[in-house]
């Protein structure tokens, strides 16, 4: 074959070369790959799981003899689990009803959403030491100022929210909040 005609053989679209359109086949399977990813329905889902378990775990609780309330330890973290479980089935709802918007996937936990699971690891763990009002208070200070938040006025805010959860369930329900190992 001679140079020219390798140059127009070369030049000439091929069936392989207009064939390369399955790109966007591909893309629309790794959309639909993707979509067993889609963090919107995942992150429901584990939550659903987690809240059905603490929901077993609250059931196990012991009842105190010397708590004479109308509610007991079991009532506010059932509810809190129960409404997790509710909010998250209508997350996944709204999420199968709506069309796709976005091709693109948005990483299945940002790095916010590991900072709130480290803290809130961090809060479990440090209540079980020192118990819910230090606890509480390291934590939102911390938090506070992990965001720059530099206003006092939200440093006193937070405390006074602390302090008025510790006397509600205490003073008013009844309720003994965590004491730590060492307080």
Known sequence: MSQNSL???GSQPTISDNNQVPKNNHSSSNASTLSLFDRDIIFPC??????????VIISQFDK???????????FFPSVIAIAQIII?????????????????????FSKMAV????????????????GYL???????????MC????KPL????????VFGVYYLFGEVFYISLPQGLFY
């Open 46 to 55: 584990l939550m659903i799981v987690i809240s059905a378990i603490i929901l």
């Open 88 to 108: 998250c089935i209508a997350l996944i709802a709204q999420r199968k009803l709506k069309a796709p918007l976005k091709t693109n996937s948005l990483p299945l």
């Open 115 to 130: 900072f709130g699971i480290g803290f809130l690891i961090a809060y479990a763990v440090l209540i079980n030491l020192v």
């Open 147 to 150: 965001f720059k938040v530099k």
């Open 154 to 161: 939200y440093y006193l805010i937070a405390w006074v929210f």
């Open 134 to 144: 230090i606890a509480s208070l390291i934590a939102f200070t911390v938090y506070l």
């Open 64 to 74: 105190p003899h010397f708590q004479d309330a109308s509610v007991n330890a079991q």
């Open 7 to 9: 140059q127009q053989k």
